[in-house]
């Protein structure tokens, strides 16, 4: 008669799946208590708002210089969407800069090589290097944006949020309540040229109020960063409480025929959203 009983080898099997699945739980939920102990950040008054929508051909509203700090999100990635972000968004930065490695400087004369980790794990410590060169190598502009390859961002409208601030205030603005809740991915931010500077000199060296560390989460640790070295967090929504900085992937909806949740997200979209 066949033997019916499961394989030892099996049993130890599903005990090690069963073990990693509790263990990661367990390690997800710890980060996220140690994460939630930071105080919320800062928050600037909001200057005068307009809901004025700008077209391609209408003037900047804004003099401002603003360089443009994009990062790979994934590896091979840059290469893929560089092209489109030159040929789209990117041609309305006053300087358009990525941050990958040599293989992507092949490619991309306007890529800036560091040798660095890739992957959604490291990217808090690319975030910290990036930061840390464009402070030290691009000293004529007034405002950092820094953001990953898969943003996209209307300009026109991003001047018109600085508009109503000095790059020479230590601000800078974000979607923060969103972008807390994604604890491994890029976010998108603005820093003016004091808040970076006060980042490089104060904080980028000093391990006990910017972590040094390679990983953990981006948002959370610039955040803990530029609160040290009392870098405040602007308030970047319009005159009706909506967001700017929209954190969602309605358009990856469209395009896989889920119509219903792309409507429900771009609903959160206004006239001078970035």
Not at 45 to 64: E, N, V
Not at 75 to 94: E, F, M, N, V, Y
Request: aromatic letters at 8%; charged letters at 20%; a positive charge.
């Amino acid at each position: 008669m066949q033997n019916l009983r499961p394989p030892i080898e099996l049993l130890l099997l599903l005990l090690g799946i069963i073990g990693g699945i509790c263990l990661s739980q367990l390690l997800r939920q710890t980060r996220l208590r140690f994460y939630a102990s930071y105080k919320a950040p800062a928050t600037a008054p909001r200057a005068p708002i307009t809901s004025q929508l700008y077209t391609t051909s209408a003037p900047l509203p804004d003099a401002s210089r603003i360089l443009c700090l994009v990062l790979s999100s994934a590896p091979k990635s840059l290469q893929l969407r560089a092209k489109h972000i030159k040929r789209t968004w990117g041609q309305r930065c006053d300087k358009l800069i990525f941050i990958g490695n040599q293989r992507d400087k092949q490619q991309l004369p306007e890529t800036v090589a560091l040798n660095l980790s890739v992957g959604y794990s490291h990217i808090w410590g690319r975030t910290r290097a990036s930061l840390q060169h464009a402070a030290a190598h691009y000293k004529d502009f007034d405002w950092l944006l820094k953001l990953h390859d898969d943003n996209y961002v209307i300009m026109e409208n991003l001047r018109h949020l600085v508009a109503g601030y000095s790059p020479s205030s230590a601000i800078y603005f974000g979607n923060f309540a969103q972008q807390q809740q994604n604890t491994t991915g890029g976010g998108v931010y603005l820093l003016s040229k004091s808040a970076l500077q006060r980042f490089n000199q104060l904080g980028y060296n000093n391990s006990s109020i910017c972590s040094n560390r390679s990983y953990g989460s981006e948002s959370l640790e610039l955040q803990r960063c530029l609160r040290n070295v009392n870098i405040i967090a602007g308030d970047s929504r319009d005159e009706l409480g909506l967001e700017r900085f929209l954190y969602s992937a309605s358009y990856e909806y469209a395009l896989l025929g889920n119509a219903k949740i792309a409507r429900v997200l771009l609903e959160d979209c206004n006239n001078i959203s970035l």
